[in-house]
């Protein structure tokens, strides 16, 4: 995907979130936006998504602008994979019927046509046991699996995370970023935001460094985790790495 | 102990001190006269029976539009809603009733007391029905309504698909106390000489002079149409239940 952002600006109420971020991410499989709480991270992945119309500025995907109007976004959203920190799934549904849901009732398959589209990934993914439970009765890991399973089953053309870990505790996190992980590895394309600094390494092709509203660095995953000189950045990571 | 076996007790129980207030009232029985006009009260349980069905049905679909009036981002609408609940929560079904009957429905010639009746219940009933629905739709978080767009659903989907169903299960408790609250309201109908249930058991005890043996008839009879759906309804919680 090549990803160009100008002068974004998002405002909520009297606080600016987004403050003219700029980023030009060349041709890249996999974005990753770190940086610290409340800098408009997620602020942008939502507008990447397709969820929010930021106050100005624009976003063009592959040479494609994303549209300000809510119908074409919401055919924009019909062909990615959105998941969210936590509380992704229906709870009213068995993981199989959230599974379901988007392939029946969006994407226009029969229900056997997507049962059948669903099979292979909840096998290989080590869900298929799991598939006919509610999501009360799934570890917090497995349902984070099943809504990242929601998003890419529709074959989207990129997938976009937020902070899809930060809710889970260490054993969860690994076996949800190993999903991702194994999911890159089948070729989907993805903005991640993460505070996983290890799995940033490993797996981004550009990471992106959001705070205070601006794109205050991007580069590759050594340039700006271990050697970038923008003091901001550089204090980021001396705080948070051991 | 089981819990019917619990239930069963505390009616026993129950049963017995009433009885023994019965008892030291030293009241003379006379079932005999009030048997004699058991046609009479069957048919105003009938009665009962088809204007709570019309008025429950009517009720929730006058609950639901004005559930939808009050969350309307049309200040107008919102109004509207508004106006109306607050109007008929706080005044009393009986001078509702006096009013629709004899002033509303004779100004717009509507001369069927069963019709009126079962309007003016169902819109007395709808008002607190509204109220349920918006507090169960508005229960549903914002999480969910995201979740529901970033899939691509649109609106009428969420709201169908995600949002409603949901919604049901928080407020089938306070309806099902609803619908039995309408039920024992629909007595009232026999202010505008509706021959319901109620008014049935007043003639016949202006005739056989006869009050406990006709109202006590007339409670059992209540609770015959109130404990099953009370019944159905925890039944249906069971069936909806899971953790959020």
Redesign the interface.
């Known amino acids: 995907m090549n990803l160009e952002i100008s002068n974004l600006v998002q405002r909520f109420g009297e606080t600016t979130v987004l403050d003219g971020l700029e980023l030009r991410t060349g041709d890249v499989r996999s974005l990753v936006l770190v940086g610290p709480s409340g800098g408009g991270k997620s602020t942008l992945l939502r507008i990447l998504a397709g969820l929010d119309v930021p106050v100005a500025g624009s976003v063009v995907f592959d040479g494609e602008p994303l549209s300000r109007d809510e119908s074409s976004l919401r055919a924009y959203r019909r062909t990615v994979g959105t998941v969210f920190q936590a509380y992704n799934l229906f709870p009213h549904l068995t993981a199989m019927d959230n599974l379901l849901l988007p392939l029946v009732h969006v994407h226009g398959l029969s229900e056997p046509e997507a049962r059948a589209r669903v099979r292979e990934p909840l096998e290989r993914f080590g869900l298929a046991n799991h598939a006919h439970k509610r999501p009360a009765e799934l570890s917090g890991g497995q349902k984070q699996r099943i809504a990242i399973l929601r998003a890419f089953v529709v074959q989207p053309k990129r997938m976009f995370l937020d902070e899809p870990t930060s809710a889970l505790d260490p054993e969860m996190t690994a076996e949800v970023l190993e999903m991702i992980g194994e999911l890159q590895g089948l070729g989907t394309q993805f903005v991640l935001v993460t505070h996983e600094m290890g799995f940033a390494r490993r797996a981004a092709d550009l990471v992106a460094f959001v705070g205070d509203g601006r794109m205050l660095a991007t580069g590759t995953p050594g340039e700006i985790i271990d050697r970038c000189d923008v003091p901001r950045v550089r204090s980021f990571f001396a705080r948070i790495l051991p | 102990m089981p819990r019917w076996l619990a239930h069963m007790i505390v009616v026993v129980l129950f049963a017995a001190l009433i009885a023994l207030a019965f008892a030291r009232v030293d009241y003379a029985w006379n079932w005999a006269g009030v048997w004699g006009y058991r046609q009479k009260l069957l048919q105003g349980f009938g009665v009962t029976i088809a204007l709570s069905l019309a008025s429950l049905i009517a009720s929730t679909l006058v609950g639901m539009l004005t559930a939808l009036l009050l969350g309307s981002k049309h200040v107008l609408l919102e109004a509207i809603g508004r106006v109306y609940v607050e109007l008929i929560r706080g005044t009393p079904l009986l001078v509702q009733l006096l009013i629709g009957f004899y002033v509303v429905a004779s100004a717009i010639g509507l001369e069927n007391r069963y019709v009126v009746g079962v309007l003016v219940l169902s819109l007395f009933s709808g008002a607190y029905m509204s109220e349920i629905f918006r507090g169960g739709l508005a229960a549903i ?1 914002q ?2 309504r ?9 609106p009428w ?1 969420s709201f169908r ?2 949002i409603v ?2 919604a049901v ?1 928080l407020v089938l408790p306070a309806v099902a106390g609803q619908f039995v609250s309408l039920i024992k309201d629909s007595s009232l109908l026999s202010v505008i000489a509706v021959s319901e249930f109620t008014l049935a058991a007043q003639e016949v005890n202006s005739f056989t002079y006869s009050t406990l043996e006709t109202y006590l008839p007339l409670a059992a009879g209540y609770l015959l149409l109130t404990l099953p759906l009370s019944a159905v309804s925890r039944m249906l919680e069971r069936r ?1 239940r ?3």
Do not use: H, K, M, N
């Open positions: 978080p999480t969910q995201d979740s529901a767009r970033a899939i691509g659903l649109t989907q698909l995600v169903p949901q299960r909806y899971y953790e959020a």
